[in-house]
């Protein structure tokens, strides 16, 4: 078991060195200059005013869709496949916000973490931004998610020539100077599509599991980590992005359901 | 293996919903939006014509004076059957929104905009 996971682990390893690549190239994916499948709800958060936006944005949909009062099957049945089979893998890997702010996180300015409990922001975002207010408002409030989303603002309202609303320039200004010292600021702090895959990180298929018996409190996972160095050092949990920087020490694996776990430390 | 298959249970009950959530969503939920059509519409309305009586002699013959012709716009409802992956489309941009009655309306008629408002 201990050889299996270490060339497990080196693979995982060699594979997380290329990570900034599979994110490129699953831009790909979400920007297309001739395809067009805005009837089809995408796994990832990229607005759909994008003019190369090959899908539409989950949490636009949702809260579109809670403006109209209209349950949204396939956004929710799209985001619990993905939820389920991945977790926040999509958020580390796949995401195209994510690799901006990767991106501007490599710029070597001084980097500065923010308290472990504002991850929970991102709840408050989801249940009031996304769904409470288009509920009882509709789509015309000026705090509807769309009407402050920074992505929206760089994907879609600047390529396409027209200047966001006060709010929304803002809070992009704000997430654009953030990403320089912080690493993974609107994942860590705000984002409610990481929110919803972070619930679900206890119940995916795949995930990371921490072997404490390993463990050589050697701090590289903390030292790794964008997500403010998880003080319990318990990857995999609902704040985390699963970018698999930890996995570089051996007593951090990728493990799946299937495999059967020598200690219940597994952490989603 | 029996730790394998509590393992397991849970997120296959959830993929298995998320599955169904789609395909229900996608092939059979459907939803009426409502669209207003302004129609214009060009109406003829006859003059009512009496000749004096002094003009009555047998033989006499008055063309009745031209119709009125005004042009006027009705307003049409219809109701469109809308499945779920159209209405993800329509309301990427704006094109659906909820009206005081609580029905879904279409905020074009004709070409769609091509992005969302906000």
């Known amino acids: 078991m201990a050889n299996k996971n270490k060339k497990s682990e080196s693979l995982v390893s060699r594979f997380t060195r290329r990570r900034s690549w599979v994110q490129t190239a699953f831009l790909l994916v979400w920007l297309s200059p001739w395809l067009r499948l805005h009837s089809v709800c995408g796994p990832v958060f990229h607005c759909y005013s994008c003019p190369l936006a090959t899908f539409a944005c989950p949490i636009g949909v949702l809260a579109n869709f809670s403006a109209i009062h209209v349950f949204p099957f396939v956004a929710v049945g799209t985001l619990v496949i993905f939820g389920v089979l991945l977790g926040s893998f999509v958020c580390g890997w796949v995401c195209p916000f994510g690799l901006l702010q990767d991106m501007i996180g490599r710029i070597p300015t001084p980097k500065f973490e923010l308290p472990v409990w504002m991850g929970n922001l991102r709840y408050v975002v989801l249940a009031v931004f996304v769904l409470a207010i288009p509920f009882w408002y509709g789509e015309e409030h000026p705090l509807f998610f769309c009407s402050l989303c920074p992505a929206g603002a760089l994907e879609a309202a600047l390529p396409n020539g027209s200047w966001p609303n006060t709010a929304k320039t803002t809070i992009t200004a704000l997430v654009l100077v953030a990403m320089f010292f912080k690493r993974r600021p609107w994942c860590t702090v705000f984002c409610p599509l990481g929110a919803i895959y972070g619930l679900l990180n206890r119940v995916s298929v795949f995930f990371v599991q921490f072997h404490p018996e390993l463990c050589t409190d050697c701090d590289l996972c903390r030292g790794r980590c964008p997500c403010g160095g998880i003080a319990e050092r318990r990857a995999g949990e609902h704040r985390c992005v699963r970018c698999l920087e930890c996995v570089q020490c051996r007593a951090l694996t990728v493990d799946s359901v299937f495999q059967r776990a020598e200690k219940q430390e597994d952490v989603g | ?118």
């Open chain 2, 1 to 118: 293996m029996g730790k394998i298959i509590k393992r397991a249970i849970l997120p296959a009950v959830l993929l298995t919903g998320g599955i169904v959530s789609v395909i229900y969503g996608a092939r059979y939920r459907i939803s009426p939006v409502i669209e207003e059509r302004k129609v214009e519409e060009q109406i003829t309305i006859p003059q009512p014509f009496e000749p004096p009586p002094f003009m009555m002699q047998p033989g006499a013959f008055f063309p009745p004076p031209p119709p009125i012709v005004e042009t006027v716009i009705r307003t049409d409802v219809v109701t469109h059957q809308v499945p779920e992956p159209a209405l993800i489309r329509e309301v990427t941009f704006g094109g659906v929104t909820r009206a005081d009655s609580g029905d879904l309306k279409r905020t074009y008629s004709g070409k769609p905009p091509s992005l969302c408002p906000t």
